[in-house]
């Protein structure tokens, strides 16, 4: 943009230029013309062969002079203009590349500097720059490393941090009662089933008693029977087979009987003893419902499904804290080394110190530095390359304005009027 500006300050003055409404070139009737002017040129466009990119000469311009009609307004408009952008980007181009020169060879400027540091004053920035290698190598290790718990789950056992062991402890203790409500229930079961057994036996000799009992009875008739023939019919003496038979009736039915009652007895005791168990069962139950409740809110209250699990995440949050507290003291003693370090390279002529704190391998590793400065001159050198083809480009451009200006003044306002539009 100075150029152009230059270029007009040098060849009109600024009272002396034409006011809009008296520009001799009309931009809108250029782009009319133009897209015209393509449209008739893509037919033949397309028949012509293509040029590869390396057939290119890039860094010649052709001398387009010879081919246009400067008389005609439209070649004419379209020239100066591409002349006047031509002036306009590589001065622009060149600007940038110009600011990009002066960073790389401040960097080159800033190694010499450092390669010149004093030997006592090189060992302290080469140990820093040590320290802060080490501290940035822990700090990408922490941060690659997989973490084993969640962060929800951290922030979790975080608020329960004081009181994590009576938590372990209440719930341990839940589950061992709830083992213990469990061995009483499968022993009361087991005495249960014992005592309904015991009861079947004793009412099936209740029943045998009886049944006993009635056959005594339905012998010792037969036997009345029998003897009272023998007596009346054939008039034999029966008296003592009388006597025989009501004494072992007698005995029989009293042995009976007596079996009968210790049997009913130990019914009663059995219907007693699974009455009891029953009862038993019952608390126990009670109990288990009450124990299983409170493990089932505190499992969804620590989001455990075990008092081992709450132990593996106590342990887990202790790891996980403990590598928390070791990232937090190497980002205080990375910080503390990059200060010291930016405070001594601050004593020299360098164009930025940050930088370098921002590369403690080149200052640690001198093969690193050789590389950089490598790599930095190998910019520089791709930097001027392009600076010069700008201002080239540039020059060129800025002669051929000054040559039609001075060929053709009648055209002279035109161009300049055109040259101030695109400044």
Request: aromatic content about 12%.
């Amino acid at each position: 943009m100075g150029l152009i500006r230059s270029f007009l300050d040098r060849f009109w003055g600024r009272d002396e230029y034409f006011e809009e409404d008296e520009l001799l070139w009309d931009e809108e009737y250029f782009w009319q013309e133009e897209r015209s002017l393509n449209k008739e040129k893509e037919s033949t466009d397309t028949k012509q062969d293509l040029k590869t990119e390396e057939e290119w000469d890039w860094d010649t311009i052709t001398d387009e002079r010879s081919f246009l009609k400067l008389s005609d307004s439209y070649q004419r408009g379209k020239y100066i203009r591409s002349l006047v952008e031509q002036v306009k980007n590589a001065s622009g181009e060149l600007d940038k590349l110009s600011f990009e020169y002066n960073v790389v060879t401040a960097a080159l400027k800033d190694m010499d500097e450092l390669d010149a540091l004093p030997v006592t004053e090189k060992e302290k920035v080469t140990e820093y720059a040590k320290k802060i290698l080490y501290y940035e190598k822990e700090r990408q290790d922490y941060q690659n490393k997989k973490s084993k718990i969640t962060e929800s789950q951290y922030y979790s056992m975080e608020q329960y941090e004081e009181n994590a062991d009576k938590i372990y402890e209440d719930m341990r203790k839940a589950e061992k009662y709830r083992e213990l409500i469990r061995d009483d229930l499968n022993r009361l079961e087991g005495e249960k089933q014992a005592y309904q057994y015991r009861k079947g036996e004793y009412s099936h000799g209740i029943t045998n008693s009886r049944g006993m009992a009635m056959i005594c009875l339905l012998a010792m008739g037969l036997l009345g029977i029998m003897l009272a023939i023998m007596q009346f019919g054939f008039g034999m003496e029966v008296t003592l087979g009388y006597f025989m038979t009501i004494i072992a009736g007698a005995v029989a039915l009293t042995v009976i009987y007596v079996h009968y009652l210790d049997q009913a007895k130990d019914l009663k005791r059995a219907e007693k003893g699974v009455n009891r168990i029953i009862l038993l069962q019952n608390t126990v139950k009670i109990r288990y419902v009450n124990n299983r409740n409170l493990l089932d809110y505190l499992y969804l209250k620590y989001n455990v499904k075990s008092a081992k699990e709450w132990k593996r995440l106590c342990d887990l949050y202790e790891e996980e804290k403990r590598a928390r507290e070791m990232n937090e003291q190497n980002e205080e003693d990375l910080d503390y080394y990059q200060a010291e370090l930016l405070k001594i390279l601050r004593c020299y002529q360098l164009s930025d110190p940050r930088l370098w704190v921002r590369c403690p391998l080149a200052l640690y590793d001198h093969k690193e530095m050789v590389e950089i400065r490598h790599a930095h001159i190998i910019r520089r050198q791709k930097l001027r390359a392009q600076m010069d083809y700008n201002k080239r480009m540039a020059k060129e451009g800025e002669k051929e304005l000054r040559s039609l200006i001075a060929e053709y003044p009648q055209y002279s306002r035109e161009i300049l009027q055109m040259m101030e539009r695109y400044e």
